[in-house]
């Protein structure tokens, strides 16, 4: 199973948005509705900001919010503030024996 | 609340053995799978391994198969994942994860704890 595909880095300035896409295959983002989104800073541990594609966990701002289109998800943050300056991840399932599969990473700098 | 905390991280020489533990509190262990999940030093997140609640299913990912295991112990609300033939590419932050009842995402996580493969 290869790593879902995503940009290395996006950048914005504070109030703006930014969307970081996430590319795999119909076995993992294509075939089920169960991506999620992570936030890492840096040396701590990631945080969960969206699952099942667009849900939110309570807590997390409506400033974020996820989509899928075919084999490509996306996770938007609108009005850009300096906390979002972190690593996103995306996830997807993919199966009873590879359950999970990463996105590369993207790294989010707020100009 | 519910916390993971993870242990075990150190250094070791390649081909060597390391166990890491992680102690589940705040929760009912036994009702959830885990996971392991890796983190290369400047790298990004990686799948390691998974264990269902009932402990009679478990999956690895192809990096580690035939090396890792992953065990759990429900009377002590710990997991553990036993590594062997430790290599180079085997340094990372492992972290502990439970995955939510009945959804496919991870809603905990621990602080992880560092192995590093090295002579």
């Known amino acids: 199973q290869s790593a879902l595909t995503q940009p290395r880095s996006v950048s914005g300035s504070p109030g703006q948005s930014v969307t970081i896409s996430c590319t795999g295959t119909?076995?993992?983002?294509?075939?089920?509705?169960?991506v999620s989104w992570y936030q890492q800073h840096p040396g701590n541990a990631p945080k969960l900001m969206i699952y099942?594609?667009?849900e939110r966990p309570s807590g997390v701002p409506d400033r974020f919010s996820g989509s899928k289109s075919g084999n490509t998800a996306s996770l938007t943050v609108s009005g850009l503030q300096a906390e979002d300056e972190a690593d996103y991840y995306c996830?997807?399932?993919?199966?009873?024996?590879?359950?999970?599969?990463f996105g590369t990473g993207t790294k989010v700098t707020v100009l | 609340q519910v916390q993971v905390v993870e242990s075990g991280g150190d250094v070791v020489q390649p081909g060597r053995s390391l166990r890491l533990s992680c102690a589940a509190s705040?929760?009912?262990?036994?009702?959830?799978?885990m996971h392991w999940v890796r983190q290369a030093p400047g790298k990004g997140l990686e799948w390691v391994a998974i264990?269902?609640?009932?402990?009679?299913?478990?999956y690895y990912a192809d990096s580690v198969k035939g090396r890792f295991t992953i065990s759990r112990d429900n009377s002590k609300n710990t997991l553990y994942l036993q590594m062997n033939s430790l290599r180079a590419e085997d340094t990372a932050v492992y972290y502990c994860?439970?995955?939510?009842?009945?959804?496919?995402?991870?809603?905990?996580w621990g602080q992880g704890t560092l192995v590093t493969v090295s002579s």
């Open positions: 994860a439970r995955e939510k009842s009945g959804g496919w995402y991870y809603d905990y």
């Open positions: 705040g929760f009912t262990f036994s009702s959830y799978a």
């Open positions: 264990i269902w609640s009932d402990e009679k299913n478990k």
């Open positions: 119909s076995r993992d983002v294509g075939g089920y509705n169960y």
């Open positions: 099942d594609v667009t």
């Open positions: 996830c997807s399932y993919a199966g009873t024996y590879t359950p999970y599969v």
